[in-house]
């Protein structure tokens, strides 16, 4: 399993941007895997937000945040990004990356027992 630690997150005002990052904390690197982004608002389900294969091509993002966010990732950095851009206040939410792999139902996590401890992400209208 790979570790991560989330960080970059904060409070802006909509319209505003932020990038959060996504790092390698401990055990196998995640440059040998797909990564993805998702997110927590409060009373609601987890969700997926992006995801980026290994060699960075297609990536794919939820219909909320196409246009407005970009994954990206930096192999030899075992670190991976969400330039996060036109934010609205119903983005706010724990942001969370994850290894990821595709199934019927689209991307979901590699192991749904294994997170990292997020980043809040608050946006004020």
């Known amino acids: 399993q790979v570790q991560v630690v989330e960080s970059g997150g904060g409070l802006v005002q909509a319209g505003g941007s932020l990038r959060l990052t996504c790092a390698a904390a401990?055990?196998?690197?995640?440059?040998?895997?797909?990564m993805g982004w998702f997110r927590q608002a409060p009373g609601k389900e987890r969700e997926f937000v992006a995801a980026?294969?290994?060699?960075?091509?297609?990536?794919d993002y939820a219909d909320s945040v196409k246009g407005r966010f970009t994954i990206s990732r930096d192999n030899a950095k075992n670190t991976m990004y969400l330039q996060m851009n036109s934010l609205k206040p119903e983005d706010t939410a724990v942001y969370y990356c994850?290894?990821?792999?595709?199934?019927?139902?689209?991307?979901?996590?590699?192991?749904?027992?294994?997170w990292g401890q997020g980043t809040q992400v608050t946006v004020s209208s």
């Open positions: 980026i294969t290994l060699g960075g091509a297609n990536p």
């Open positions: 401990s055990g196998r690197p995640f440059n040998i895997f797909a």
């Open positions: 994850a290894e990821v792999a595709y199934g019927p139902y689209g991307w979901v996590p590699a192991d749904f027992d294994n």
